[in-house]
Each structure stands twice: as C-alpha cells, then as structure tokens.
Nanobody
C-alpha cells in the first residue's frame, strides 16, 4: 500500500509559477511510475505529466508541454511538478498518482492505469 500526499498548491497570477510536491510512503518508491492529473469543476480528470520509475522517461500532453516539468527524487520518495507560464485554464485540483511499473521506462497517461492517488491540491490561476 502506498500513500501519497500532495502540497504546494495555491493562488498565482497568470504567467507565474508553482511547484507541486508529492511525498510517498513506503520503501519501494523507485518501483512506481508516477503521474500528475488535474480536474476542474464539471470536467473529467485530465492527464498532466508522467515519469518512469527512475526518471529517465517523461511524457506530457500538448496542453502543458514546454511549460510543466515532472521530476522525482527517489531518495526522498518525492515527485515534483514544476509549472511555469501558468494560465487561467490551468486552474484545477491537481492529483498525484502512482502505479507499480514492470518496465523501467514505462509511463502511463490514463487515470485507470494508476492504483494509488493523493487527496489533491488546489491550483488557482487568476487573470
């Protein structure tokens, strides 16, 4: 069982930056591929970023590519999401997710691929 706790959300003006963190419990963090998703009111959960077990592979949708960067520190059991050039449409609750990965380069982009979820952190971007 893995528990995930996000932090770092808040209110920021358009064009600003935030860094989200997600700390995982347990001693096998480097066995898990990790991802970030977001959900705005009335919308489906949306894929934001994914990273492989040791960080060698990352994957982003076009909506955030070039603005968001996912990274991880396996020694600290933490995955990060650096968000730059934020836009009002980035406003959402952001969730960290994890899944035990069989292959070292695997990344996952569907919510149903992930077994563990954090409670979410609110990001609000004002115009």
């Amino acid at each position: 069982q893995v528990q995930l706790v996000e932090s770092g959300g808040g209110l920021v003006q358009a064009g600003g930056s935030l860094r989200l963190s997600c700390v995982a419990s347990g001693r096998t963090f480097d066995s898990y591929a990790m991802g970030w998703f977001r959900q705005a009111p009335g919308k489906e959960r949306e894929f934001v970023a994914a990273i492989s077990r040791r960080g060698g592979t990352t994957y982003y949708p076009d909506s955030v590519k070039g603005r968001f960067t996912i990274s991880r520190d396996n020694a600290e059991n933490t995955v990060y999401l650096q968000m730059n050039s934020l836009k009002p449409e980035d406003t959402a609750v952001y969730y960290c997710a994890g899944v035990r990965a069989l292959m070292g380069s695997s990344t996952y982009y569907r919510p149903t691929d992930y077994a563990y979820w954090g409670q979410g952190t609110q990001v609000t971007v004002s115009s």
